[in-house]
Nanobody, 116 residues
Framework: QVQLVESGGGLVQPGGSLRLSCVVS????????MGWYRQAPGKQRELVASITSGGSTNYVDSVKDRFTISRDGAKNNANLQMNNVKPEDTAVYYCNTAPSSPPLPWGQGTQVTVSS
């Protein structure tokens, strides 16, 4: 059974940092591109960052120079380092394969709330 488990969310003040982690079980994704997505209340889910199996990364303009996506050596996971967060980053964050790779069942996500 394929399962994605996201963690690391929470309440953070504007300008602060968070590190999100995602672990994939039940499927080997080391050859897939992985992505972090977010869904804010009343909005559609959007891809904010992606990383290929070779380590090439891509970001949506709104998070460039603030967020960093990475994967560990085994590559069956994905991390998202969020720096200098803003209130507009408030959303539920999910990981999954990037649109260029076969999708997996969505996990529960992890809530990120940016507020003073």
């Amino acid at each position: 059974q394929v399962q994605l488990v996201e963690s690391g969310g929470g309440l953070v003040q504007p300008g602060g940092s968070l590190r999100l982690s995602c672990v994939v079980s039940g499927s080997i994704v080391s050859f897939y591109a992985m992505g972090w997505y977010r869904q804010a209340p009343g909005k559609q889910r959007e891809l904010v960052a992606s990383i290929t199996s070779g380590g090439s990364t891509n970001y949506v303009d709104s998070v460039k120079d603030r967020f960093t996506i990475s994967r560990d050596g085994a590559k069956n996971n994905a991390n998202l380092q969020m720096n200098n967060v803003k209130p507009e980053d408030t959303a539920v964050y999910y990981c999954n394969t990037a649109p260029s790779s076969p999708p997996l069942p969505w996990g529960q996500g992890t809530q990120v709330t940016v507020s003073s």
